[in-house]
């Protein structure tokens, strides 16, 4: 074994002779009042960036580290970074323009040289630069010029903070100046992460107190594999990346401590994984008999080499005597379903009933027109059971399943209802399945044969990139299809200026007047004043008056009634209207061969993924097929992502340039939530450890059998305390818990010393007694979301998914993986009012159909202003927004319509709409 970040052998001698020490643990999850210097309102500020013990700040890692060992002016060569202390030797200067920016410049020097340095976007910085003042720059030298990044004064007065250590103001007062290191000496100063009201300097002040309580971590690498792999151990680890004495040693320190957190991540999944598969049985299905092989006998097509390694894949599940948890993934329009009949006729063959649940009332009717096709040759039946079924036919089918006449169920949240019983069910098939929570999967579990678990195929229409596969679904098996089937024609992909729209239309009459069909979506239903885009409905009047006037203009979106949203679907699968405007309720489950052009109007707005799905809709038939993107004004990010579409037709190729662009936590809506929100480790740049981790935790599997094998040490028990949250310091809240709907009952709780007041259950009854139905389906938005209660209740009544944003949000993290929501969750580490100005423009813009705000009283004003900027942007046109703030001085927002107003004792509630 080496030391850490060093060469040197260790002996025996020196292994003998070092001092033995016994961690503690539980010294790390003292709160941070046992430092110097943490009073009640710092440890606030703390425990709002996510610091709440001495453990929480031991592992919040410095983002980097500032080099401060001084260098001379005439020693720099131009283009390099370096820090120099010199003196202003100019005259006070006034802040300028020069186009956009705004710039301070003075002229400085040491007695090698002088320079003229240069502040950007920083004007407040002009009154600090007196004649005379010494200062420690940190900057690029040009050769003319010295641009500033980092300073300090040093000669007089207060120490200020760079704008990269302040808040948002740029920069504020510090502690009494220090001199700088000398030259040549190592001088590394950590900048962590922090927040407006929690600097780095304070930061960096109460690591220096910790470090030394380091060693008490929880060891979660087994001592062969760190002596196998060389790694430190993770104190010294902690204690390296924190207080460097070398920039390589911050490198090592940080690569040892992400592979940490990766491994134990992958180990808390592989032991959930093995629980599931021994925790109870499943019915053996045996070898495939007649009927399957009938079946593929009479398909029109030869299936791919990708399906029949599914086949194979799924065989070996379904006779394991263990449960089948499979995610099935794959290109648009690789035959999912052709593979989710194979598993579903293998059960009926063997004697049980299977399931197929979708998301929403049009994919589940799409899936019974699919299956009516496939199955026709064998007549096999099955019933389609949703929340617009009439009550005869219910009746019906739930008798026919009760009774084991019936083998196969489709429909949608229906089939999970106490009153939906089946008499042998050996199969489920969820597709979508990232829409749907844990309980609500765990729902049709318990409906299988008594003392079993059924089979589970779980189905993604979006691929996803190996490394979020890996740490979303690592307790699942994965089958991906990358094949398509033979005959299918490419698709032509454009990105089209608004001058060449006459052309686009022209193109598009073209191929309808040749017998071929088409789509236009649009990103919104109506029109509204607040949330600029193409609306469906006006613009499906439009073109039925306008450029598509001798045409049949068809159009469906998700509000309307499903009897006209079916009737919609039909006659343009008939034949009966040439043009479908929509919005993306068709992203999933359309397969119309005849449809050949497809339009997206404000393609900026959607994500890399969700496009890609959207086209998907064409190009499944003999004719060769095109997609137009008309894009409104787009800013960086937005044209890579169009461009990325316009470049490639492989879907896992654009879901992982969707995560290089966006990062691993901000793909909602394109891909699978409830992604694990890591410290230190960054995908996709630590891919190759991650696979590392894998396959040493799977290495260990196989050796010991189990993970918490003694020979492993403590290795669950640091798993658990790394991502479960469920440390000593954890109690109930005024044991808050679930009011209605599938987790009534269930406990939510908070972490001692958390300050803030969680929305409570009177108001919250009132509050979904107000939004009754609309919480159905929905896809919901909790901004400073606390403990999570709001959005956990609307999930309880049947919302959709939830995007969780605050600054902290292990509250809601320990309820959400408490309660098995981690796959209808996105927890959202963020200021609240920032995070909307990046998105509001983006993917998520018109998406959420319920918003929760409940801000801290005391910050009213300002979210005032936030909410009043962005949030018209992100609620959808028949959605809504509850806000909750102080009786005394209510939060009012202006840009949207106040429906509805309520006072509850020191709380007002009132609930918006967007204005018409």
């Not at 089979?455 to 993604?460: A, F």
């Not at 949030?871 to 909750?884: F, H, I, M, N, S």
Request: net charge neutral; hydrophobic share 40%.
């Amino acid at each position: 074994m080496r030391s850490f970040a060093g060469g040197r052998e260790l002996g025996r001698g020196d292994l003998l002779d070092a001092p033995v020490h016994w961690p503690r643990p539980s010294v790390l999850e003292q709160g941070l009042g046992a430092l110097k210097g943490v009073g009640p309102k710092t440890a606030e500020a703390a425990a709002e960036a996510g610091i709440r013990t001495v453990g929480d700040l031991l592992f919040h890692v410095p983002r980097r580290h500032r080099d401060l060992r001084v260098r001379k002016l005439g020693d720099l060569q131009a283009g390099e970074t370096a820090t120099v202390l010199v003196e202003v030797q100019g005259s006070q200067p006034r802040p300028f323009r020069k186009g956009r920016l705004r710039m301070v410049s003075v002229k400085v020097g040491d007695e090698t040289g002088h320079v003229r340095a240069t502040w950007f976007n920083q004007p407040w910085v002009a009154s600090k630069l007196v004649p005379g003042t010494e200062l420690l720059l940190t900057g690029k030298y040009s050769g003319k010029g010295f641009a500033v990044r980092e300073w300090e004064l040093t000669s007089s007065g207060p120490r200020v903070l760079s704008e990269g250590e302040g808040g948002a103001a740029g920069g504020g007062v510090l502690d009494p100046p220090h001199p700088p290191p000398p030259a040549g000496e190592a001088g590394l100063m950590p900048v962590h992460a922090a927040t407006e009201d929690l600097r780095p300097q304070k930061i960096r002040e109460w690591v220096e107190q910790a470090v030394g309580w380091a060693p008490n971590a929880i060891e979660g690498l087994p001592s062969e594999m760190r002596a196998r792999r060389g790694l430190a151990g993770v104190g010294d680890a902690i204690s390296a990346v924190q207080l460097p004495e070398s920039i390589d040693e911050v490198e090592e320190a940080r690569k040892r401590l992400g592979f940490e957190e990766l491994f134990l991540h992958q180990a808390l999944l592989a032991t959930r994984k093995r629980t599931h598969r021994t925790a109870r049985p499943a019915p053996r299905f045996g070898k495939p008999g007649d009927l399957v092989a009938r079946w593929l006998d009479s398909l029109p097509f030869e299936p791919t080499g990708d399906q029949l390694k599914a086949f194979d894949e799924i065989e070996v599940d379904l006779d394991s005597g263990e449960p089948m948890q499979r995610l099935l993934m794959g290109e648009v329009g690789s035959g999912k379903t052709v593979v989710a009949v194979y598993s579903v006729l293998r059960a009926l063959e063997a004697g049980y009933q299977a399931a197929l649940m979708a998301p929403t009332e049009t994919l589940a009717e799409q899936h019974a027109i699919t299956l009516g096709k496939l199955l026709a040759a064998e007549a096999t039946p099955f019933a389609l059971l949703t929340g617009s079924t009439p009550a005869p036919r219910r009746r019906e089918a739930l008798d026919r399943l009760a009774s084991n006449e019936l083998g196969l169920l489709v429909g949608t949240h229906a089939l999970i209802e106490p009153t939906v019983r089946f008499a042998r069910l050996g199969l489920v098939v969820v597709d979508e399945q990232h829409r749907f929570g844990v309980s609500q999967r765990r729902a049709l579990d318990e409906k299988g044969v008594e003392g079993m678990a059924p089979h589970v195929l779980h189905m993604t229409a979006t691929p996803i990139p190996r490394t979020l596969s890996l740490t979303a679904y690592g307790d699942l098996d994965t089958t991906t299809l990358h094949e398509l089937p033979a005959g299918r024609q490419p698709i032509t992909t454009q990105l089209v200026e608004e001058h060449q729209r006459g052309e686009a239309f022209e193109f598009l009459r073209r191929r309808l007047r040749e017998g071929r069909q088409a789509f236009v979506v649009c990103p919104l239903v109506s029109e509204s004043e607040k949330q600029p885009g193409k609306a469906a409905e006006v613009e499906a009047e439009r073109l039925r008056k306008g450029e598509l006037r001798e045409f049949r203009v068809g159009l469906l979106h998700g509000q309307m009634h499903s009897a006209q949203k079916a009737e919609a679907m039909a006659a343009f699968a008939a034949r009966e209207t040439d043009v479908l405007v929509s919005t993306t309720v068709i992203e999933v489950g359309i397969d119309v061969a005849n449809a050949t052009v497809m339009i997206i109007e404000g393609a900026e707005r959607f994500g890399v993924s969700q496009l890609h799905q959207l086209r998907g809709r064409v190009g499944r038939g003999e004719h060769p097929s095109q997609c137009l993107l008309f894009a409104e004004e787009t800013g960086e990010m937005a044209r890579r992502r169009l461009e990325a579409v316009v470049g490639s037709g492989d879907g896992f190729k654009l879901a992982e340039v969707d995560l290089e662009l966006r990062g691993e936590g901000e793909i909602l809506g394109t891909r699978q939530s409830g992604l694990p929100r890591f410290a230190v480790a960054s995908l996709p740049e630590d891919g190759p450890q991650l696979l590392e981790a894998q396959r040493e935790v799977l290495a260990l599997l196989r050796e010991h059998g189990s993970l918490s094998a003694p020979a492993l040490g403590p290795l669950l028990d640091a798993a658990h305390r790394r991502w479960l949250i469920q440390s000593p310091y954890e109690r109930s809240w005024q044991e808050m818990r679930v009011i209605a709907g599938d987790l009534k009952g269930q406990r939510l709780v908070a972490p001692k010393g958390w300050k803030v007041r969680p929305t409570s259950d009177r108001v919250r009854e009132a509050v979904f007694s107000i939004l009754g139905e609309r919480v159905r389906d929905a896809l919901v938005l909790d901004l400073y979301c606390g403990t999570g209660a709001l959005a956990i209740e609307a999930l309880s009544r049947g919302a959709g998914r939830a995007v969780l944003v605050d600054r902290d949000t292990r509250p809601a993290l320990g309820n959400v993986q408490r309660l098995g929501l981690d796959e209808r969750v996105e927890l959202v580490r963020a200021d609240a009012g920032r995070w909307m100005g990046e998105v509001s423009s983006a993917s998520f813009a018109g998406k959420f159909d319920l918003v929760f705000v409940d801000a801290p009283y005391k910050l009213a004003d300002r979210v005032a202003q936030d909410l009043d900027t962005h949030l018209p942007k992100l609620l959808a046109a028949d959605g809504r927004a509850v806000v909750e703030s102080g009786a005394r001085r209510p939060l009012k927002i202006t840009s949207l319509e106040p429906l509805r107003q309520r006072r509850y004792g020191a709380a007002d509630v009132t609930v918006y709409g967007v204005a018409q």
